[in-house]
């Protein structure tokens, strides 16, 4: 492809700053006593959530069916395709619950890990519009509407509420050979230092993972190393803040000099987001304890690629004050005061549940109102836009607990999975706006925004890696080039 002289100009000029600039990152590591197993809790939301049960739906499977003129089928949507839907029936379950996803990195073939009321299915996606389920992990113990899969060096790690249910551990790469598919998989290993558990939490940079919401800890983090993931080995604690909902673990990069290179959790408390330090994990720290005005039930937090920035979802507050869907925004960029910049409110009273951010785009799993794609470029000034949307519950958008429990954007191929509670596993392709590199907020690309991505060279900051490949590397610095003066 021929390049214009200003195109040329610009390319090497960024080429050049490269050649002059490095950057440089540290961290650290370490386990406190559990504390005795308590019986499983229903919390405020698992009570609501029950209360609206409801059968499974009966729609059969769709094959890929293009968003037009605001519906795919008989799902509304918006800038997002349906490539497949596989409904329970064909998991052999009656309910749905959360979902991760798996790329082999030998193969690069993708995976959805499903939840299941009675197990964890796995769903071979590497061709998203012929999916092919390839089997069932059986729940350890009993069947639960709760179930959460993460994921780890090849492996998934899958708790329950369902009791005594502990940590089940299975090998990913079972999935590369199975003849005769479905089939019923075995765990490869387990961990038992607690019963049940709501949410597991991993952070795949340090190797831990992180149980929160069980009968240990006063139900806060309860710490496992994972490095090597056969053998699991318990940790330590923190219970000082009490139940932990869910939480986000990461080896910290943001912009709070006083915690550089530490790892921090933010956990979302019921009523506070709460950031500990847990580098030491003999000794875990709180750092911050934040309540906000209309909380009803804190659930579930994500930050940005930066770690500048968190969005927020409260799962009672809908059905508590009457609100459209409210995703609070958070500037965290002093760990020791989070302060809330405002929020966004949604075109629907639906309830927010689960948020992942990825590439400046939030994906939310907002009940009845399914997929929901937020642009984030306005972050910094509390103001974001929905750029996208599918309906898996096409009744209504009703403030009630059915449609979309999870979502998982992380997938390189672009494709986006949604687990449904009464519906299944529904693969989709988002068609977003080509984003605007303005990191500094100018208004437009300029040199600053270029000098930002020249000076992450050779690091993972996944914010400026534009093509995915895992490092900041010469291909990103000419793809943020060859937009210089674009204004955003």
Not at 27 to 55: G, I, R, S, Y
Not at 261 to 285: H, M, Q, R, Y
Not at 385 to 402: K, L, R
């Amino acid at each position: 492809m021929k390049r214009s002289a200003p195109q040329r100009f610009r390319l090497l000029a960024a080429l050049i700053m490269l050649a002059t600039m490095i950057g440089g990152q540290t961290a650290v590591f370490a386990q406190e006593t559990v504390t005795n197993e308590q019986p499983p809790v229903l919390t405020k939301t698992m009570q609501a959530l029950l209360a609206d049960q409801q059968p499974a739906s009966n729609r059969a499977a769709q094959a890929a069916t293009p968003c037009v003129a605001g519906f795919a089928g008989a799902y509304p949507c918006d800038n997002v395709d349906l490539l497949a839907y596989m409904p329970l029936a064909t998991f052999g379950s009656s309910s749905g619950n959360d979902s991760w996803g798996w790329t082999d990195p030998l193969t690069g073939k993708e995976y959805a890990l499903m939840g299941l009321r009675d197990g964890t299915g796995f769903v071979d996606i590497s061709d998203p519009e012929n999916p092919l389920y390839l089997g069932k992990l059986p729940t350890r113990t009993s069947s639960s509407t709760w179930r959460d899969i993460k994921v780890f060096d090849n492996y998934a790690f899958v708790v329950s509420e369902a009791s005594g249910h502990g940590m089940q551990v299975f090998d990913l790469t079972q999935l590369r050979n199975v003849p005769n598919p479905p089939v019923t998989f075995s765990q490869t290993t387990y961990y038992g230092d607690f019963g049940s558990a709501h949410n597991i939490v991993i952070n795949e940079d340090s190797g831990y993972a992180y149980a929160v919401g069980t009968g240990t800890c006063s139900g806060g983090l309860h710490m496992v190393n994972i490095q090597d993931p056969t053998n699991p080995t318990n940790a330590g604690c923190f219970s000082a803040d009490g139940y932990t909902h869910d939480a986000q673990c990461v080896n910290y990069i943001g912009p709070d000099a006083d915690h550089q290179g530490e790892e921090i959790c933010f956990n979302s408390n019921e009523d506070t987001l709460t950031i500990v330090d847990v580098t030491n994990k003999a000794a875990p720290a709180q750092v911050s304890r934040t309540g906000y005005a209309n909380s009803a039930y804190t659930h579930q937090a994500w930050t940005d690629e930066t770690q500048t920035y968190l969005l927020l979802d409260d799962e009672l507050d809908e059905q508590s004050y009457g609100f459209n869907t409210r995703t609070r925004i958070w500037d965290i960029s002093d760990l020791d005061s989070p302060q809330l910049l405002g929020f966004y409110a949604g075109s629907t009273a639906a309830i927010d549940h689960n948020l992942y951010i990825k590439d400046g785009y939030a994906y939310e799993a907002n009940y009845r109102a399914g997929l929901q794609i937020l642009d984030l470029s306005g972050m910094a000034s509390a103001r974001l836009s929905q750029v996208g949307y599918f309906d898996i519950y096409p009744a209504n958008n009703n403030a009630n607990f059915n449609g979309a429990w999870s979502v998982y954007p992380y997938f390189a191929s672009g494709v986006v999975i949604i687990s449904g509670i009464e519906q299944g596993l529904f693969i989709v392709r988002p068609h977003l706006p080509t984003p605007c590199y303005d990191f500094n907020g100018s208004g437009t690309v300029d040199i600053g925004d270029i000098t930002l991505v020249t000076a992450a060279w050779g690091t993972d900051n996944t914010l400026y890696d534009f093509n995915g490949n895992g490092t900041v590397d010469v291909d990103d610095i000419q793809t943020i080039a060859l937009t210089w003066e674009n204004a955003c």
